[in-house]
């Protein structure tokens, strides 16, 4: 069998962005972790996301950002999570180049959510991931209107960057 080889996209270090695909089992099936955010978080208010956000100097590397991100979000240790690969990187709507992550968390896992940045968690079953059939939908930024891939899930719309970076991992699993 032949290793991914995941796809790399240039872009300039202020827009490095790294995320954090959280995937645990319960009751024997797999699920991923997916965050609410807060309508007081500066950007992306009220979206379906994933843990991860902007490099840092110190980071060294968007793969520690989105390990960062995912302690300071989500509460889960540094060393309690193991990185089992990476997604393509992608361009999100507002102009960031993320650099996606896929990592194991044990279960049950004692998550703290960040109030200031995190409503709550979403645990989505991978086999309603691999059953839903995602529809474009408007999404609006500064003005601009583009189609994104769309889904809903117990009420919480999943489109954009979330759903492209989903339905990669949809093919690749």
């Not at 270090?13 to 695909?21: D, N």
């Not at 995937?23 to 843990?51: D, Q, W, Y």
């Not at 109030?115 to 609006?140: G, T």
Request: proline share 8%.
């Amino acid at each position: 069998m032949e290793t991914y080889k995941p796809q790399e996209i240039y872009c300039v270090r202020s827009k490095w962005a790294g995320v954090l695909v959280p995937l645990l089992e319960m009751e024997g099936k797999p699920f991923i972790v997916l965050t609410k955010r807060t309508n007081t978080v500066k950007a992306h208010k009220g979206e379906v996301s994933f843990p991860g956000g902007m490099y840092e100097e110190d980071d060294g590397n968007r793969k520690n950002t989105a390990i960062r991100e995912c302690h300071e979000e989500i509460g889960v240790g540094m060393d309690d999570m193991e990185i089992i690969g990476r997604l393509d990187d992608m361009y999100t709507l507002t102009g960031f180049c993320m650099r996606p992550y896929v990592g194991i968390v044990p279960f049950p896992y004692p998550f703290k959510t960040n109030p200031d940045e995190v409503a709550y968690l979403i645990y989505l079953p991978f086999d309603f991931l691999q059953r839903v059939k995602p529809v474009p939908e408007e999404a609006e930024y500064r003005g601009y209107v583009e189609k994104v891939p769309s889904f809903y899930y117990e009420g919480d719309r999943i489109w954009g960057a979330t759903c492209r970076i989903l339905l990669r991992l949809r093919r690749m699993m």
